[in-house]
């Protein structure tokens, strides 16, 4: 018998009893990640990351720069699907105050960005909202940086505007005319108030009730100054109540 050790053949390996260990056999199925509950874009540890660069910066350009990139990850968050993780990550950004002056380039702030977040997640996380943030979102939050006086004079220069058209040069309802359109033109200018004042922000009910308000005033105005009939006066209330809305909330 011959005392020369038997070679294996290349490529044969080792056996796992000579190794001393088990061998991991790969996989012949592709690797995939696993599934994440926060969506495939959403990184709470970037969202993190990202309010802490926007609350250091020293100019505000990049202050707001930072800002819209994490409006889009807080977008991206509510994208997922609703989860304990995302909610509570949500909570603990507005509670903390840590999103307070946190504003994009376009102008919308990253507080009403993660309220809008929540609200999208769904029962029961969209119940977890608080009041003030709701309220915050829908453009009312006396506390912020927009001037509070502004949609409360819009709406009272309005209704003054009206009352003053009935005390001053009521429409002649019992000739008929022109009385009757006059008086449906006012009502329908208070309810383009409505949206245009409680509407969130940049919203298309709140867009589309200063679009009304707009052309309804214009058309009174044109009554009253043009036409030479009634109107002026609740026409021109609602012009200047639009331009104080239109005016920058800043």
């Given at each position: 018998?011959?005392?020369?050790?038997?070679?294996?053949?290349?490529?044969?390996?080792?056996?796992?009893?000579?190794?001393?260990?088990?061998?991991?056999?790969?996989?012949?199925?592709?690797?995939?990640?696993?599934?994440?509950?926060?969506?495939?874009?959403?990184?709470?540890?970037?969202?993190?990351?990202?309010?802490?660069?926007?609350?250091?910066?020293?100019?505000?350009?990049?202050?707001?720069?930072?800002?819209?990139?994490?409006?889009?990850?807080?977008?991206?968050?509510?994208?997922?699907?609703?989860?304990?993780?995302?909610?509570?990550?949500?909570?603990?950004?507005?509670?903390?105050?840590?999103?307070?002056?946190?504003?994009?380039p376009g102008g919308r702030t990253c507080r009403?960005?993660?309220?809008?977040?929540?609200?999208?997640?769904?029962?029961?996380?969209?119940?977890?909202?608080?009041?003030?943030?709701?309220?915050?979102?829908?453009?009312?939050?006396?506390?912020?940086?927009?001037?509070?006086?502004?949609?409360?004079?819009?709406?009272?220069?309005?209704?003054?505007?009206?009352?003053?058209?009935?005390?001053?040069?009521?429409?002649?309802?019992?000739?008929?005319?022109?009385?009757l359109p006059l008086v449906l033109l006012m009502?329908?200018?208070?309810?383009?108030?409505?949206?245009?004042?409680?509407?969130?922000?940049?919203?298309?009910?709140?867009r589309a009730g200063l679009l009304g308000l707009?052309?309804?005033?214009?058309?009174?105005?044109?009554?009253?100054?043009?036409?030479?009939?009634?109107?002026?006066?609740?026409?021109?209330?609602?012009?200047?109540?639009?331009?104080?809305?239109?005016?920058?909330?800043?």
């Amino acid at each position: 018998m011959s005392d020369t050790p038997r070679t294996r053949p290349p490529g044969s390996g080792s056996r796992p009893s000579e190794s001393g260990e088990d061998a991991e056999l790969p996989s012949l199925a592709p690797w995939e990640p696993p599934a994440s509950p926060l969506g495939p874009e959403a990184d709470p540890g970037r969202v993190l990351a990202l309010v802490q660069d926007a609350r250091m910066a020293a100019r505000d350009a990049d202050r707001a720069r930072v800002a819209g990139a994490l409006n889009q990850q807080l977008d991206a968050l509510a994208a997922g699907g609703g989860s304990r993780e995302v909610a509570d990550l949500l909570e603990q950004l507005l509670e903390s105050g840590q999103l307070a002056g946190l504003e994009d380039p376009g102008g919308r702030t990253c507080r009403a960005a993660a309220t809008e977040a929540l609200t999208r997640l769904g029962f029961p996380y969209a119940l977890e909202v608080r009041p003030e943030d709701l309220a915050f979102l829908r453009g009312q939050d006396g506390a912020s940086r927009e001037f509070p006086w502004m949609s409360t004079a819009a709406g009272a220069l309005l209704v003054a505007g009206i009352a003053a058209q009935w005390l001053l040069q009521p429409p002649p309802l019992e000739q008929g005319g022109l009385g009757l359109p006059l008086v449906l033109l006012m009502g329908l200018s208070l309810l383009t108030l409505v949206p245009a004042l409680l509407g969130p922000e940049r919203s298309a009910s709140q867009r589309a009730g200063l679009l009304g308000l707009l052309a309804l005033s214009l058309v009174q105005l044109y009554l009253g100054v043009f036409g030479g009939y009634y109107g002026a006066l609740s026409g021109g209330a609602g012009l200047l109540a639009w331009l104080l809305l239109m005016l920058p909330r800043r």
